[in-house]
Nanobody, 126 residues
Framework: QEQFVESGGGLVQAGDSLRLSCAASSRFFYSYQMAWFRQTPEKERDFVAAISSGGDRTSYADSVKGRFTISRDNAKNTLYLQIDSLRPEDTAVYFC???????????????????WGQGTQVTVSS
């Protein structure tokens, strides 16, 4: 069973930067399409960014383009999310997710990802 562990969240001020990490337990991490989602108590889990298994293709939600960067290091079994110019509206629990089957299309649909981490809280104060 694949396990993901997110880290790097915390309480920051608007304008700060954070780098979230997602460590995978399986040696098959290199074959997964990976993504970040975020969720607040008031909203459903929203797509943030996705990356292909080899790291050569990425996709972003319009709301984060230009501020968020998704990347991965398959040698370290780790996914990253660099978040710059943080805003209060970025406050959420951030989840990493993996997709081990299907097409290589970078899907934003959460139900198409079959492995999930427990999440890391990011809180941005104004």
């Amino acid at each position: 069973q694949e396990q993901f562990v997110e880290s790097g969240g915390g309480l920051v001020q608007a304008g700060d930067s954070l780098r979230l990490s997602c460590a995978a337990s399986s040696r098959f991490f290199y074959s997964y399409q990976m993504a970040w989602f975020r969720q607040t108590p008031e909203k459903e889990r929203d797509f943030v960014a996705a990356i292909s298994s080899g790291g050569d293709r990425t996709s972003y939600a319009d709301s984060v383009k230009g501020r968020f960067t998704i990347s991965r290091d398959n040698a370290k079994n780790t996914l990253y999310l660099q978040i710059d110019s943080l805003r209060p509206e970025d406050t959420a629990v951030y989840f990493c997710a993996g997709k081990s089957y299907g097409s290589s299309f970078l899907t934003p649909r959460s139900h198409e990802y079959n492995y999930w981490g427990q999440g890391t809280q990011v809180t941005v104060s104004s």
